[in-house]
């Protein structure tokens, strides 16, 4: 009886098959971190794909074979973008409830150490208004999403029978104020987001209890 086992075979096709694909995943990182230094310092329609080549250690043809097109590109470096908000979260999710609150007010503690994602959001953020821009359609998707999320949110600490219109105004506020900080950071670090954006919150919260004076 032969004493052959197939199993050293068997693993290193695994490893064949592995390999090549740790190598793509880490080349598509590369790529995904040179657009956005390049999106983030130029915006959209300035950055080119070739910088972007050159910055990543690659051809031009490259780029295209992992991503397809600067449209695709685009896209993916802002999915890549809010992956690293969830990315040390379980199930790479964002929590719900009133946990998402605080959550948001961690993501912008982590925006303190990475100035070039924030950079890339703004800019891209901001281009997205202007006519024909292939990210317009993710932004509203984003917002909306992100509207409804941090409604129901604040429908956890609202009073019962709190409208929908009330906690959608709370949630576009807090997106208005995160997103506005960011600008101003941007320009001068002393800016304290972490500081801001808690106030924001829990003056919301007194405001949606009714618990805020008027003007």
Request: proline fraction near 4%; avoid cysteine; aromatic fraction near 6%.
């Given at each position: 009886?032969?004493?052959?086992?197939?199993?050293?075979?068997?693993a290193?096709?695994a490893?064949?098959?592995?390999?090549?694909?740790?190598r793509?995943?880490?080349t598509?990182?590369r790529?995904?971190?040179a657009?956005t230094?390049?999106?983030?310092a130029?915006?959209?329609?300035?950055?080119?794909?070739?910088?972007?080549?050159?910055?990543?250690g690659?051809t031009h043809?490259g780029?295209?074979?992992?991503?397809?097109s600067?449209d695709?590109?685009?896209?993916a470096?802002?999915e890549y973008?809010d992956?690293?908000?969830?990315?040390?979260?379980?199930?790479?999710?964002?929590?719900?409830?009133?946990?998402?609150l605080?959550?948001?007010l961690g993501?912008?503690?982590?925006?303190?150490?990475?100035?070039?994602?924030?950079?890339a959001?703004?800019v891209?953020s901001?281009e997205s208004v202007?006519?024909s821009?292939?990210?317009a359609?993710?932004?509203?998707?984003r917002?909306?999403?992100?509207?409804?999320?941090?409604?129901?949110?604040?429908?956890?600490?609202?009073?019962?029978?709190t409208t929908?219109?009330?906690?959608?105004?709370?949630?576009?506020?807090?997106i208005a104020?995160?997103d506005?900080l960011q600008v101003?950071?941007l320009?001068d670090?002393t800016?304290?987001?972490?500081?801001?954006?808690?106030?924001?919150?829990?003056?919301l919260?007194?405001w949606l209890?009714?618990?805020?004076?008027?003007?």
């Amino acid at each position: 009886m032969s004493s052959f086992s197939p199993e050293p075979r068997v693993a290193a096709a695994a490893d064949r098959v592995q390999k090549p694909q740790a190598r793509t995943a880490e080349t598509r990182r590369r790529i995904l971190s040179a657009a956005t230094t390049v999106f983030g310092a130029k915006g959209y329609n300035k950055g080119s794909l070739i910088e972007i080549a050159e910055l990543a250690g690659m051809t031009h043809a490259g780029v295209l074979h992992h991503f397809g097109s600067k449209d695709n590109l685009l896209i993916a470096v802002l999915e890549y973008r809010d992956d690293e908000d969830v990315a040390h979260l379980e199930r790479h999710q964002a929590p719900t409830g009133d946990e998402l609150l605080r959550h948001m007010l961690g993501t912008v503690r982590l925006n303190l150490t990475r100035a070039g994602l924030v950079q890339a959001y703004a800019v891209l953020s901001a281009e997205s208004v202007t006519d024909s821009h292939p990210a317009a359609a993710f932004f509203r998707s984003r917002f909306d999403g992100l509207r409804r999320m941090i409604a129901d949110a604040y429908a956890t600490v609202a009073p019962e029978g709190t409208t929908e219109e009330r906690l959608l105004a709370a949630a576009s506020a807090t997106i208005a104020v995160m997103d506005g900080l960011q600008v101003q950071w941007l320009h001068d670090e002393t800016v304290d987001m972490p500081e801001a954006v808690e106030a924001t919150i829990v003056g919301l919260i007194a405001w949606l209890r009714g618990a805020a004076q008027p003007l």
